[in-house]
């Protein structure tokens, strides 16, 4: 585990985490008991193919909130995230077998000083491609 993040130690352009998420078909179905969203297209690759997709994709929000957790993991008891948003660039197909493996890096974007916020710009790929545009998460400290 590392040492939680002090916040004047804190400078723009650090990486602060990245990390290498797997998300499996059993990942995407305790998703949707856990959000409510059974759209099949989510856990059946013929309902998936027969609207034009390539298989079953993970759930967008799955996504955003899998790489909001890398930076509230970073943040840890030093503060709270104040704010997260993204946007929904590309699809992230989920193998049957081999899942779909994002890479997050998580980037100090902007301090502010007198508020005491850093904003970390989160890059989300996965196969070479930016999956969540503009992820963005605001983060106060104490």
Known sequence: MSAAPVFADLAVGDTVAEREL??????????????????????RDDIAQSVGLPGVLAHGMLTMGAA??????????SGWVRDFQSRFT????VDAAAGAVV?????????DAEARTVRLDLKVVFDGST?????QLLAAFA
């Open 22 to 43: 797997t998300l499996t078909r059993d990942r995407l179905v305790r998703y949707a008991g856990a959000s409510g969203d059974f759209n099949p297209i989510h856990y």
């Open 68 to 77: 909001g957790a890398v930076g509230a993991d970073w943040l840890g008891v």
């Open 90 to 93: 590309r699809p992230v197909p």
């Open 103 to 111: 890479t997050v890096t998580a980037v100090i974007g902007a301090i």
């Open 131 to 135: 999956v969540l545009g503009k992820a």
